[in-house]
């Protein structure tokens, strides 16, 4: 992908608006944590690994901005950023993990010149930023070695470059199985209800000539029937210690159909998704998003006014139906916690 998703330009993060893909590419300056918060919030940015670089890049800015401030004040805005940042979206981990890493730098040199503790944080949310591409692209290696020439892949929701700092999980996997000459093809969801497949993944994959087919959600079902997709490709926001997968509405639906015609279903994740806290997927927060995003699309309504709308954003895969999670470290089938813990 050209198009980058975060990129750091005159001292201020610039995120892509992910809102107006494919048809208008802008990008929006952010200047504090509040600014990132929002663009979290607003789905300006969105994707668990893109979420959580932005969020570093939050604390970096705000630490520049009160840069100026006498010491106490200067800890006490910044404790503050922390929680406007934490507060922006619940169920994408790699958040609070890129928070951690953030916090812990800040009060370690906290006692420093302020200016210094700026230029550490920046130095950090950079780091951050260029490791989640090296962690996609070792992901996509070991991906790429389950994948046979010619084989169709379902992928739900989105993500690539654009959920991610650059390269993507999902489609990272597929990017790295064509560049060693593989010919794949795909079928991507449409995602309803934010189009992310739509407007995001057939985007990206049309932009690297990857031969994409769109599909509404409820068309998965008939293409796996009809033998026309052999594995499921997906991410995830959030993995619990036993193995089951927080990700986007849907892929719980699409990981039983592929269960009953024996579709393997693959889930690309950094460790960093993986929150060994949470004991399962039952303890995952869930986020509901506005109705408005259900009853109609920009400027057209096309569901009765007052009607009652749920609209939660994920969905929980148990890890029975999961036949390998791929990540940086290699592929580890049959997830369970034992599995898990092993990995750290």
Same mark, same amino acid.
């Given at each position: 992908?050209?198009?980058?998703?975060l990129?750091w330009? %005159?001292?201020?993060?610039?995120?892509i608006?992910?809102?107006c893909?494919?048809?208008?590419i802008? !990008?929006l300056?952010c200047?504090d944590a509040?600014?990132?918060?929002?663009?979290?919030?607003?789905?300006?940015v969105?994707?668990a690994?893109a979420?959580?670089?932005a969020?570093a890049?939050g604390v970096?800015?705000?630490a520049q901005?009160? *840069?100026?401030l006498?010491?106490e004040d200067f800890v006490?805005r910044m *404790?503050r950023?922390f929680d406007?940042l934490?507060a922006s979206?619940?169920?994408a981990?790699?958040l !609070?993990?890129a928070? #951690?890493?953030?916090?812990i730098?800040?009060y +370690?040199?906290?006692?420093?010149?302020?200016l210094?503790?700026?230029r550490?944080l920046?130095d950090e949310?950079?780091?951050i930023?260029?490791e989640d591409?090296?962690?996609?692209?070792r992901m996509?290696? !070991?991906?790429?070695?389950?994948?046979d020439?010619?084989?169709c892949?379902?992928?739900?929701?989105?993500a /690539?470059?654009?959920?991610?700092?650059?390269?993507?999980t999902?489609l990272g996997?597929i990017?790295?199985?064509?560049?060693?000459g593989?010919?794949i093809t795909?079928?991507?969801?449409?995602?309803?209800? !934010?189009?992310?497949?739509?407007?995001?993944t057939a985007?990206e994959?049309?932009?690297d000539?990857?031969?994409t087919?769109l599909i509404t959600?409820?068309m *998965?079902?008939?293409?796996m029937k009809?033998?026309e997709?052999d594995?499921?490709?997906?991410?995830?926001?959030?993995?619990?210690?036993n /193995?089951?997968?927080?990700?986007k509405?849907?892929?719980y639906?699409v990981a039983v159909l592929?269960?009953?015609? %024996?579709?393997?279903?693959?889930v690309?994740?950094?460790?960093?998704t993986?929150?060994?806290?949470?004991?399962? /997927?039952?303890?995952?927060?869930i986020?509901?998003?506005?109705?408005? +995003?259900v009853t109609g699309?920009?400027?057209?309504?096309?569901?009765?006014? %007052?009607?009652?709308?749920r609209n939660?954003?994920f969905?929980?895969?148990?890890?029975s139906l999961?036949?390998?999670l791929?990540?940086?470290?290699?592929?580890?089938?049959a997830p369970?916690? #034992?599995?898990l813990?092993?990995?750290?």
């Open positions: 992908m050209t198009v980058e998703t990129r330009r %005159n001292n201020q993060l610039e995120m608006d992910q809102r893909l494919p048809s208008v802008q !990008f300056p200047s509040q600014t990132v918060a929002e663009g979290i919030k607003q789905m300006v969105r994707g690994p979420i959580g670089v969020a890049y970096a800015l705000e901005k009160l *840069a100026s006498p010491r006490e *404790a950023a406007v934490a979206r619940p169920t981990v790699n !609070f993990w928070l #951690k890493r953030m916090r730098r800040f +370690e040199h906290s006692k420093n010149e302020n210094f503790v700026a550490l920046l949310a950079h780091a930023y260029h591409i090296e962690t996609n692209k996509g290696v !070991f991906g790429a070695s389950i994948l020439d010619g084989m892949i379902l992928t739900h929701c989105n /690539g470059a654009l959920a991610t700092a650059g390269h993507g999902a996997v990017r790295s199985a064509v560049a060693e593989k010919k795909v079928f991507a969801d449409e995602t309803r209800p !934010f189009l992310q497949g739509a407007r995001l985007w994959l049309s932009e000539g990857i031969d087919t959600d409820n *998965a079902g008939h293409f009809s033998g997709i594995a499921v490709i997906v991410g995830t926001d959030r993995i619990a210690a /193995g089951d997968v927080a990700n509405i849907g892929t639906m592929a269960k009953e015609h %024996n579709i393997p279903v693959y690309a994740c950094p460790l960093s993986i929150d060994l806290s949470i004991p399962s /997927g039952d303890d995952i927060p986020e509901e998003r506005s109705s408005s +995003e699309y920009g400027d057209i309504q096309w569901a009765p006014e %007052n009607i009652k709308v939660p954003s969905d929980i895969t148990p890890a999961i036949t390998a791929i990540t940086e470290q290699g592929i580890v089938y369970n916690k #034992k599995k813990e092993a990995l750290f």
